[in-house]
């Protein structure tokens, strides 16, 4: 189960995520992703991952393509920490 939260502000939008990135839910956080760059193409996006429990291969991936078109990642606790260096090192 994943919960997406969008925090839009005037220079930035921001989707809020809690549970665990897997699965179908993966397919839901780049249609929000998608959603938010169609409806305001030059705002910031920034993935707020602090409330994610787990995350999978897919959802890896998905994160890393959307950090290499310029997404901030954000996150807290030892793994979660671990999982945006692992992608901001390939990216």
């Avoid at 995520?17 to 929000?32: D, M, Q, T």
């Avoid at 994610?52 to 994160?63: G, M, N, Q, S, Y």
Wanted: proline share 1%; hydrophobic share 45%; glycine share 8%.
């Amino acid at each position: 189960m994943l919960r997406i939260t969008t925090d839009m502000t005037e220079r930035t939008a921001t989707l809020i995520l809690e549970g665990r990135l897997a699965g179908i839910w993966v397919s839901e956080l780049e249609r929000c992703w998608n959603t938010v760059r169609a409806a305001r193409p030059e705002q910031s996006i920034c993935i707020d991952m602090r409330g994610l429990i787990f995350v999978d291969a897919a959802a890896k991936r998905l994160l890393a393509e959307m950090y290499g078109r310029g997404v901030t990642l954000m996150a807290s606790g030892c793994w979660m920490k671990h999982v945006v260096d692992e992608i901001t090192r390939a990216g």
